[in-house]
Structures are given as C-alpha cells and as structure tokens.
C-alpha cells in the first residue's frame, strides 16, 4: 500500500470513527432534553419534579477497549455497536422510591423511544447490594442523510442508592481482585441499611401527604382583625358578624 493509499485509509477510519463516537453524543443529547421536558412540567403543574439531577456519560475509549476484551468481541465498529449496550449511559437521580417507576413509566410511554431491555435491581439486588432500575433504550438520531438508532442505557435510582453506589465505586476503584466476603457482607448491610432510608422517607412523605389532603377537605373559617384596648385579634368573620347584629 503506497502512502497516498495509507493516507485515504486513515481518513476513512477517522470519520468513521468521528461519526461513531459523535451519534451516542447526540442520543444523550436527546435523552437529556426529554428528560429535562418532563421535569419542568412537573415542577410546572404539580409544583414537585420526581427528578432531582441527571448525569450523562459516554464510555472512555479504555473502558470500552476492556471491555470489548472481556466480551471477546470482534473490534469492528458494527460487533462493537451490536454487542456493547452501555456505551452512552444515563443517570437519574430521584428524590423517592415510588418515583422511580414513575419516571420508568414516563419514559417507556415515549413514542419514539423502543425498550430493547429492563433490569430491575431493586427488587432483584446484585449480591453485592447494588440496586437501581436499569433500562436499555434505543433512541433516534436525526442526521442529516439519514436516522441512526443508538442504545442507551439508562439507570434509576434514588439518592440513597446513588450515594451507596458512589461511594462503593470510590473505595473499590481499580481493585481488581476478589473482594473479601466480609467485606461483601458489609456491603450489602450498608446498601439494605440505604434502602431502609428509603422505604422510612417514602412512608413519612405518604403520611405528610395524607395530612394536607385532610386538611384541605376542611372548611376554612375566615378570620377578620379587631381592635380592643389598643390590642389586636382575630375572631372568626361569623363571629363579628354575630356582635356587629
């Protein structure tokens, strides 16, 4: 192959390699804005969003290279696309566990989106203690010669699981080796404890909400200001009214 041939290969597989990388880009960049829509019209209508934060990530070209090598998969652009699923991820932090599968439920009612994948974690928690809700979304890409359908993966969890799950990933970066069973065991005590948390303030928030439901079924008595002895106070507006007759 002479160099002018070598050139062309190169810049072949550079923009290959460009518009691979570039459509998960644009597939997070579609997913974010979705998400970002269904937070504001929750904090628009209902005065509350399920969604506290988002975090977006495409795989580092080491990861996925270790990756590819743990799948023994064939390092072309097609085997890598068809057979690595989470190389856009996405992550949704919520405040409660109820809404959890509100927003899974927000997002699977979306049309233009197809579930390709669902991994509950929370009812089914890895050894462990890892839990959150997983789905694989394939998301449409417009571009300007045609649509590309990528993969997504997004994950659910509250901010108790998400604390867990970040500090677990900090004490065990890069250690490779087997973890001791004790340590295992601490794991998964702490993640049942962060999901203890999480069943104790949905309960106290169902209960605050049973609270104000009851309250504003009850008729509100009107107040209205006097004045006596240079003193003020508030009497039932009824109640005035009975004296001033």
């Given at each position: 192959m002479n160099p002018a041939e070598q050139l062309e290969k190169f810049k072949t597989l550079k923009y290959e390699l460009t518009r691979f990388m570039m459509i998960y880009k644009f597939a997070l960049e579609e997913m974010e804005t979705k998400i970002e829509i269904l937070k504001q019209e929750f904090q628009t209508l209902h005065d509350y969003s399920p969604i506290e934060h988002t975090k977006s990530r495409i795989k580092s070209p080491e990861s996925l290279m270790n990756k590819i090598m743990r799948?023994?998969?064939?390092?072309?652009?097609?085997s890598?696309?068809?057979t690595i699923k989470d190389i856009a991820g996405l992550r949704i932090t919520c405040s409660f566990l109820s809404d959890i599968y509100k927003v899974s439920e927000?997002?699977?009612?979306?049309d233009d989106l197809k579930i390709l994948g669902v991994k509950d974690?929370?009812?089914n928690p890895k050894p462990n203690g890892y839990q959150s809700l997983h789905l694989l979304l394939e998301v449409p890409v417009f571009l300007s010669d045609c649509t590309e359908h990528?993969?997504?993966?997004?994950?659910?969890?509250?901010i108790a699981m998400d604390f867990w799950v970040s500090l677990e990933h900090k004490i065990f970066y890069k250690y490779d080796k087997s973890i001791p069973a004790?340590?295992?065991?601490?794991?998964?005590?702490a993640a049942d404890k962060a999901y203890e948390l999480d069943l104790q303030m949905e309960r106290l928030r169902n209960e605050i909400n049973e609270i104000k439901e009851t309250q504003s079924d009850e008729p509100e008595t009107a107040l209205s200001r006097i004045i006596i002895s240079n003193k003020e106070f508030e009497l039932p507006a009824?109640?005035?009214r009975l004296l001033s007759e």
């Open positions: 799948k023994n998969c064939e390092p072309s652009l097609h890598i696309r068809s927000m997002l699977q009612k979306q974690y929370i009812r990528v993969c997504v993966e997004v994950q659910i969890r509250t004790h340590l295992t065991r601490e794991l998964k005590n009824n109640f005035i």
